[in-house]
């Protein structure tokens, strides 16, 4: 767990951040308030149960402003992933949490739909292991209010990952799981 974790937390610091994908993510990791939270069960129901008991633990934690739950065993197939993230996304519905909370999803082999699997833009979702990022709604939208253009980021992260070029989003995503191996 531990091993997974500071993987995580490598390609957080050394992609996301130091690259500026998420703009709004080198505040909080400042502040040491995002969680990082390792579901090893290979069971779905279990997973589920799990993300909903992390949901209350924001709820409970506010100083918590943001939890990477990341899955050690349950949805290395990125297609078995994206079914596990429309059943986690009806779930939080189900459980009261739309509106106060939204998953963001990253895996290893992220694609985005219609392109190709060597695209560098998908790195801006690529992650050393499937991770459901657990935003708190009403902390993204303040955020939003306070950057300039914010409808931008997307855009602005294919073009950035694509100038850098398949290679290098390779090398950074692989320094990172290679480094704590």
Sequence with gaps: MKKIIEQTQC???SVIIEHNIC???????DKGSIRFIVNDSSEMSETLEHLVR????????SEVETSLFI????GQDFNDYLDLLDIANQLLIEQGYEGIYQLASFHPDYCFSGSDENDPANYTNRSPYPTLHIIREESLEKALQTYPQPEQIPERNIKYCQKLGLEKMQQMLEHCTSKCR
């Design 11 to 13: 390609w957080l610091d």
């Design 54 to 61: 992390e949901c209350e633990h924001l709820d409970e934690h």
């Design 23 to 29: 703009p709004f993510a080198k505040r909080e990791r």
């Design 71 to 74: 899955l050690a065993k349950l």
